[in-house]
């Protein structure tokens, strides 16, 4: 969110922001079982439950958003395996959306 200048109009509730946050040039060419994947992400090794998209879009300026409803499955934040200590993301699938 700081890489981008984002910030939270209020703290108390993380999970309100995201568990991933993905910026395309292009939204429509993310394909849509990419975008169910980041949407559902806690790990490299984590199955993918979900199979179709289900999304709020908004347009602001020529400039398209999606929230993307996700399924928790174990891990309320990140795993350390997806963060690396300078803060950039260590999976794959993230790193070629950044």
């Known amino acids: 969110m700081e890489n981008v200048n984002i910030k939270p109009l209020y703290e108390g509730h993380d999970k309100a922001y995201a568990h991933a946050l993905g910026i395309s040039e292009?939204?429509?060419?993310?394909?849509?079982?990419?975008?169910?994947?980041?949407?559902?992400?806690?790990?490299s090794d984590d199955p993918t439950i979900i199979k179709k998209i289900h999304y709020i879009q908004n347009e602001y300026n020529g400039k398209s958003t999606r929230f993307i409803s996700g399924f928790e499955t174990r891990l309320s934040r990140p795993s350390r395996k997806m963060i690396n200590t300078q803060g950039k993301f260590t999976s794959p699938i993230m790193q070629e959306l950044i």
């Open 26 to 43: 292009n939204l429509s060419s993310v394909p849509a079982f990419r975008q169910a994947r980041l949407a559902n992400y806690d790990g």
